[in-house]
């Protein structure tokens, strides 16, 4: 009752289908809001006008202000990636020294990275949906792959190893920390016992061939579209 009447001001057109939550449009007219301010149409085909639709016929008034257009975009940057390509949006995370590497000399092991910046590296952690490395960084490091931001997340960060032959230890920290959240990339010269192995304890197993025996990571890619639920 509180919302009788009101006007909601938002960066996305309000959705008209079922996903993880029910029909946004439909809820606004229930509430009895008298206007909607909104940004953006709506990319999904899902929605795509079909929400403004809805609320224009349950009697509220619809505006788009493109005013702020970049702005709403940014925020909605991944979901307008994924629903004009098909495709996730990639982040690449690299760590670099002035000159260039990406590790201390042999003769100064740590970090190459201040404090503030491994900070930063937990809030993008905590911003994606999964985050992917190298066998080479496991077997050098041990590490758990983790978002540690100490932020609630929306959903279970996937931890996703490229490793073209299986090379990830049962005894890694990444392995025994398994909870159904951790993928294996590799080709189909990896050894089948070493998979079952694996799978056995938890880990998810693709197998993504590129000619010259490299894992595809178009198919990667591709497989990870597949799995997005991306109905809001």
Same mark, same amino acid.
């Not at 439909?26 to 990319?43: F, K, M």
């Not at 002035?98 to 990275?113: F, Q, R, V, Y």
């Not at 993504?208 to 595809?216: E, F, I, N």
């Given at each position: 009752?509180?919302?009788?009447?009101?006007?909601?001001?938002?960066?996305?057109?309000p959705c008209s289908h079922q996903g993880r939550t029910g029909?946004?449009?439909?809820? =606004? %007219?229930? $509430?009895? %809001?008298?206007? %909607? %301010? $909104?940004?953006?149409?709506?990319?999904?085909?899902?929605?795509?006008?079909r929400g403004f639709a809805l609320l224009g016929a349950g009697g509220?008034?619809?505006?788009?202000?493109?005013?702020?257009?970049?702005e709403a975009e940014a925020l909605n940057r991944a979901f307008f990636h994924f629903m004009r390509t098909g495709r996730p949006l990639v982040t690449l995370k690299s760590a670099l020294t =002035?000159?260039?590497?990406?590790?201390?000399?042999?003769?100064?092991?740590?970090?190459?990275?201040s404090e503030k910046?491994?900070?930063h590296v937990q809030q993008m952690r905590h911003l994606h949906d999964a985050i992917m490395t190298g066998i080479g960084t496991? =077997?050098?490091?041990?590490? =758990?792959?983790?978002?540690?931001?100490?932020l609630e997340r929306s959903r279970p960060l996937l931890r996703i190893v490229l490793d073209s032959q299986l090379r990830l230890p049962l005894q890694s920290r990444m392995v025994e920390s398994c909870r159904g959240d951790l993928l294996a990339v590799c080709t189909s010269v990896a050894s089948a016992a070493r998979r079952k192995l694996l799978e056995e304890r938890g880990v998810e197993v693709l197998v993504?061939?590129?000619?010259?025996?490299?894992?595809?990571m178009q198919a990667v890619v591709q497989a990870l579209a597949a799995?997005?639920?991306?109905?809001r």
């Open positions: 009752m509180r919302a009788r009447g009101a006007t909601l001001y938002i960066n996305l057109e029909p946004c449009a439909e809820a =606004l %007219v229930r $509430a009895g %809001v008298a206007r %909607v %301010v $909104a940004i953006h149409q709506d990319p999904n085909p899902l929605v795509a006008g509220v008034e619809v505006e788009i202000d493109p005013a702020l257009a970049h =002035l000159d260039g590497k990406i590790a201390a000399p042999e003769d100064n092991s740590g970090w190459i990275t910046a491994r900070a496991v =077997l050098a490091d041990d590490c =758990l792959l983790t978002d540690r931001s100490g993504a061939d590129q000619p010259g025996g490299q894992t595809d799995r997005a639920n991306i109905c």
